[in-house]
């Protein structure tokens, strides 16, 4: 199941907001979408020497909303830097 659920679990960066789908189970997976506008700050987060040696971290996206369930949090991401960098280009509207 583990590793169906990180094969499975992606962002969408697209040009007008990020979509995240999450695989819960085999059969059950949840699509949320968060636009770019309700955007807070997106935070990379690497600890550890093997993580910080192999550039793998997580990536967590804020939301402005006090009503959304909460924020879009991706772990184990390789190079987070540079999807931090995407986000941010993509709601500045480079």
Excluded at 6 to 21: A, G, N, Q, S
Excluded at 62 to 75: I, L, N, P, Q, W
């Amino acid at each position: 199941m583990q590793w169906t659920k990180f094969h499975l679990d992606v962002w969408y960066v697209t040009e007008k907001r990020i979509i995240d789908v999450q695989q819960k189970q085999i059969f059950d997976r949840e699509i949320s979408n968060l636009p770019f506008d309700k955007i807070q700050d997106v935070t990379v987060d690497i600890h550890g020497l093997i993580p910080t040696m192999l550039n793998f971290g997580t990536v967590e996206v804020e939301t402005a909303s006090k009503e959304d369930d909460g924020d879009f949090v991706m772990r184990a991401v390789r190079d987070p830097d540079n999807v931090r960098r995407v986000i941010f280009d993509r709601h500045n509207g480079n």
